[in-house]
Nanobody, 115 residues
Framework: QVQLVESGGGLVQAGDSLRLSCAASGSIFSINYMGWYRQAPGKQRDLVARIGSGGSTNYSDSAKGRFTISRDNAKNTVYLQMIGLRPEDTAVYFC?????????WGQGTQVTVSS
């Protein structure tokens, strides 16, 4: 089992920056990937970025160039640094951990970007 706790969401203005954090606990050594997904009202949950245990990263097209995912292994924490936020980035952001075929989710943190 893996437990994930997100933090760092909030209300910001367009163009602002925000950093989300996801602290992992439990069977963290078995995690293959950790990532961030987001879900806007009435829409499906989509991948924003993910990072592998070896440090490889993947980003959605909308995140490329604006968002950066990183991990601090000593703190068992993954971060999502977001710059140049846009109103369309408004969503609940969920932390995800993949362990083999199993996936674990955090409770989500709201990011709201006003125009």
């Amino acid at each position: 089992q893996v437990q994930l706790v997100e933090s760092g969401g909030g209300l910001v203005q367009a163009g602002d920056s925000l950093r989300l954090s996801c602290a992992a606990s439990g069977s963290i050594f078995s995690i293959n990937y950790m990532g961030w997904y987001r879900q806007a009202p009435g829409k499906q949950r989509d991948l924003v970025a993910r990072i592998g245990s070896g440090g490889s990263t993947n980003y959605s097209d909308s995140a490329k160039g604006r968002f950066t995912i990183s991990r601090d292994n000593a703190k068992n924490t993954v971060y999502l640094q977001m710059i140049g936020l846009r109103p369309e980035d408004t969503a609940v952001y969920f932390c995800n951990a993949a362990v083999g075929v199993k996936e674990f989710w955090g409770q989500g943190t709201q990011v709201t970007v006003s125009s």
